[in-house]
């Protein structure tokens, strides 16, 4: 990139200059001199705005707080900027014999980070980090539980606006990559704990160029009217879209409930809008993309125009594409139709999921999130029975976001730390469970039995001992008072619910699960089956930001007309600031 085109770029783009506080200077001021250019007509949402940055980018909020209820492994901290932020914080409650606690060998001072994404709404909730400040006495934060905590934007351990709260159980990582870090221990995570106190909405920034305040105005209003035409939330009186004027020109809209699993679908419908269309030159259009969705090259983004129609009529121009023979014109179809909430596309999408596996990932979070729940659950519970661990948790997920009291995944709260804990009555067994979002372990089976002869501990208090075949002593160890001693048969299900209920933790399960599925001197392991953690579809949604687009038929062909750049690419930060110079 030629430096003197990317100064060009940056000089004249209004999201930059709104970040240092700056008007553009560059920007149209409706002078004398100043001869604006007509607004065009008749164009995408994408050729008016942009997405800004708060669209594409997590959003950075901590603080300095303290972990309590560890097991002698704590440390004093010796630098006295952390020490001073939680004394302050532990002065507004009140909290006695502050220096006596921040010196106990069971508490650590710690900085904990959360990344708020692009969309969120008030209530959600995400995870957050937590780790040790440079120079930390503590030897390792296993067991920990994390004070109430309020985050914001920290500078210079200053606080800035609140977003979120957070405190409870903290969770080192167990997967084997992480045992053998050099920072074992010393790093965690709270899972689903930080709850967000406002909305983020996505903003839709205006190309500024060649127009004057008024006409910004108007094009802002346009673009509300024409997404609050598309996008009305249930139980609000307005839509989605919402005009502003300072400190600039710019359109905010709330994420739609719809698209709350796929917030790249939803922005890239968004941009799919068609703006100053009246309705006789949207007829026209509409025949031109019943023609360009039947043509594999321009499938997806006549799928995504029709999708960001108002009413029937985009509907009715998909369901001819789900008769096509070719799979990719099929399935672009069907998922805009699920979006849409219309029925008919439960198959489609999950024969999808089974036969490719660059479109699975899209195909279940457009049954995630079509309407009519009947179909949508004949369409993923038959997944659950799939041989590919990935597909079968994928769908349990779905069923999961749809209802989580679905007979098939209905399950309950284990233990202290209320685990997530579902017991599916399927063919092949397999056990997962999460290291993100949430604390959940899932058995794919009712039957599941170890191998014996195995010893393993369940975190350092409980000791799991399967020497006959059918049965199993699970022992918790209580230094200076009786053993707690439990005899059951031998089943991993009624394992797990006697570690819960010898007052195991999330960690102390999934530690023991590690060791069930770690070979044995003998060469086996005590797991029968396969083990897998974090294997579901989400964070793994299609990106619409490039230009081209893989799992085209002919994947050479750009979407868009030729030198034209499409919505993908318009939508692109990285677009941005490429010069066009050879």
């Not at 305040?213 to 009305?232: D, H, M, P, T, Y």
């Not at 195991?504 to 023991?512: A, I």
């Amino acid at each position: 990139m030629k430096r003197r085109a990317f100064l060009s770029l940056l000089l004249c783009t209004p999201f930059c200059w709104s970040l240092m506080g700056c008007k553009n200077p560059l920007a149209p001021r409706g002078g004398n001199n100043f001869q604006a250019k007509p607004i065009p007509r008749n164009r995408l949402l994408a050729d008016y705005a942009t997405p800004g940055g708060s669209s594409w980018n997590y959003f950075v909020v901590d603080n300095i707080s303290i972990v309590s209820e560890l097991s002698g492994t704590g440390g004093v901290e010796s630098d006295s900027r952390y020490r001073q932020v939680v004394r302050n914080s532990l002065q507004r409650d009140e909290i006695k014999n502050i220096d006596q606690w921040l010196d106990s060998p069971t508490t650590s001072i710690v900085h904990v980070k959360g990344k708020i994404p692009p969309g969120i709404l008030k209530g959600e909730t995400f995870d957050v980090e937590v780790t040790l400040p440079p120079g930390s006495e503590t030897t390792s934060l296993r067991g920990g539980w994390l004070y109430k905590t309020s985050l914001s934007e920290m500078q210079d351990f200053h606080s800035g606006h609140t977003w979120a709260y957070v405190k409870g159980p903290l969770l080192l990582d167990p997967s084997d990559e992480n045992k053998s870090r050099a920072d074992n221990g010393k790093r965690a995570t709270v899972l689903g704990k930080a709850v967000c106190m406002h909305d983020r909405d996505f903003t839709l920034t205006l190309d500024r160029e060649g127009r004057n305040e008024g006409q910004l105005a108007q094009v802002a209003s346009e673009i509300e009217q024409r997404i609050n035409r598309r996008f009305k939330i249930p139980g609000e009186p307005t839509g989605v879209a919402k005009a502003k004027s300072q400190p600039s020109v710019s359109v905010d809209v709330k994420m739609h409930p719809d698209y709350r699993v796929a917030p790249n679908r939803y922005l890239a419908v968004l941009l799919s809008i068609r703006c100053f269309e009246n309705e006789t030159e949207q007829t026209k259009r509409l025949e031109e993309l019943k023609n360009e969705l039947l043509d594999p090259s321009t499938s997806l983004l006549a799928a995504l125009q029709l999708e960001a129609l108002s009413g029937k009529a985009g509907a009715e121009s998909l369901n001819e594409g789900l008769k096509s023979p070719n799979e990719n014109i099929r399935f672009y179809s069907a998922e805009a139709l699920a979006y849409m909430s219309k029925p008919g596309v439960g198959e489609i999408l999950a024969d999808i999921t089974r036969q490719n596996l660059e479109k699975r990932a899209s195909a279940i979070l457009a049954l995630t999130a079509m309407g009519s729940n009947q179909e949508a659950m004949e369409s993923l519970v038959p997944l659950l029975a799939e041989d590919d661990p990935s597909l079968r948790y994928s769908a349990f997920w779905a069923i999961w976001r749809r209802d989580p009291e679905h007979p098939s995944i209905r399950g309950e709260q284990l233990g202290k730390d209320q685990v997530n804990y579902h017991v599916l009555n399927t063919r092949q067994p397999m056990v997962h469970v999460l290291k993100s979002r949430r604390n959940e372990i899932v058995l794919f089976s009712q039957n599941i039995a170890l191998n014996g002869p195995f010893v393993g501990n369940a975190g350092p208090q409980i000791m799991v001992d399967v020497a006959a075949p059918n049965q199993v002593k699970v022992v918790r160890v209580n230094p200076g008072g009786i053993n707690s001693t439990r005899i059951i048969p031998n089943s991993l299900d009624t394992i797990l619910r006697a570690i819960a209920e010898l007052s195991g933790s999330y960690q102390d399960m999934l530690d023991f699960l590690g060791e069930t599925n770690t070979q044995q001197p003998n060469g086996q392991r005590a797991l029968t089956c396969q083990y897998v953690i974090d294997a579901d579809v989400q964070g793994k949604e299609r990106s619409y930001s490039s230009g081209m687009y893989a799992d085209q038929e002919d994947d050479t062909k750009t979407i868009a007309p030729p030198k034209k750049k499409s919505v993908f690419e318009r939508i692109n930060p990285v677009t941005w600031f490429a010069s066009e110079d050879p």
